[in-house]
C-alpha cells in the first residue's frame, strides 16, 4: 500500500509527507476502517528514516481523528462515524480527476451561499464584491484566481453563516491551486467568460434575487468544469 518513498527533497519535513502519504491512504480505504496501520518500525524501514520521525508523523495521523492506539495492539484506522476532520489535501490539486471532485463538492455549497447572500447581503458585502470583481478584470497577466478566490469568500462572508465563511477559507488553499491548475491551458476568452459568469453572480445577489443567485453560481462552476474537462 504504501509504494511511495521518501526522497531527498521530501526529507525536508519527513514526518509531515509520511503523515500525509498515512491521511491519503486511509482517507482513499486503501486502509479501511478497522485496519492495523504497519509498526513503528515498519514505516521507519520503509521509508528509511528513524522512529522519531515516525512517532511524529502518526501524532500527527492522531491529530486528525483518523487512527486510535489500542493497548499492546497498535494504531488501527477510525470507521467514518467515528472522526472528527475533513481534510484536503493541497497535492490533490495537481490531478485532474480530484479537482473535477473538488469542483463537485463546491457545488452545493456554493449555490446555497449565493442564495443565501442574495438573501441578507450588506451594502458593504456588494462593494467587498465589486471590488474583487473588478480586480479580476484587471489582472490577465498576473494573478486573477486570487481575486477570484476572495470574490467566492465575501459571497460566503455574505451569508451571515461563519461556517459557510470557515469552510470556504479552509477549502481556500486547494481551491485557489485547482482554479489556476483548471485555467493553466486557457486564453484571454476563457479568463473573460469567467468575469461575465462571476458579473451575472453579483447582479443576482446586488439585487437580492436568490434563485437568479442560485441559477448563477450553478451555470459558474458547471462552465468551470467543463472548461476545465477540455483541457484535460
Known amino acids: 500500500m504504501l509504494e511511495a518513498k521518501l526522497t531527498a527533497r521530501l526529507k525536508l519535513d519527513a514526518p509531515q509527507e509520511i503523515a500525509d502519504l498515512l491521511s491519503l491512504h486511509i482517507r ?52 467514518l462515524l467515528e472522526r472528527q476532520s475533513f481534510k484536503v489535501h493541497s497535492e490533490l490539486s495537481k490531478d485532474s480527476t480530484a479537482v473535477v471532485k473538488l469542483f463537485e463538492l463546491r457545488m452545493p455549497i456554493e449555490i446555497m451561499a449565493a442564495s443565501l447572500a442574495a438573501s441578507r447581503r450588506s451594502n458593504e458585502d456588494i462593494e467587498q464584491m465589486e471590488m474583487f470583481h473588478l480586480a479580476m478584470e484587471g489582472t490577465h497577466d498576473s494573478d486573477p484566481e486570487r481575486y477570484d478566490l476572495q470574490f467566492h469568500l465575501a459571497i460566503a462572508n455574505a451569508t451571515r453563516n461563519q461556517y459557510f465563511t470557515e469552510l470556504m477559507a479552509y477549502l481556500g488553499g486547494v481551491i485557489y491551486a485547482g482554479i489556476r491548475f483548471a485555467r493553466s491551458s486557457s486564453g484571454p476568452r476563457v479568463h473573460r467568460q469567467t468575469i461575465i459568469e462571476h458579473g451575472k453572480i453579483l447582479a443576482a445577489i446586488r439585487d437580492r434575487k436568490p434563485e437568479a443567485a442560485e441559477k448563477a453560481m450553478r451555470a459558474h462552476i458547471n462552465g468551470a468544469l467543463r472548461r476545465m474537462n477540455a483541457n484535460r
Request: no cysteine.
Open 28 to 79: 482513499n480505504g486503501e486502509f479501511p476502517a478497522g485496519a492495523r496501520l504497519p509498526s513503528e518500525h515498519g514505516l521507519a524501514q520503509h521509508f528509511d528514516v528513524s522512529r522519531p520521525v515516525v512517532r511524529e508523523a502518526i501524532s500527527r495521523v492522531k491529530a486528525d481523528g483518523l487512527v486510535e492506539s489500542r493497548q499492546g495492539s497498535g494504531l488501527y484506522v477510525k470507521g
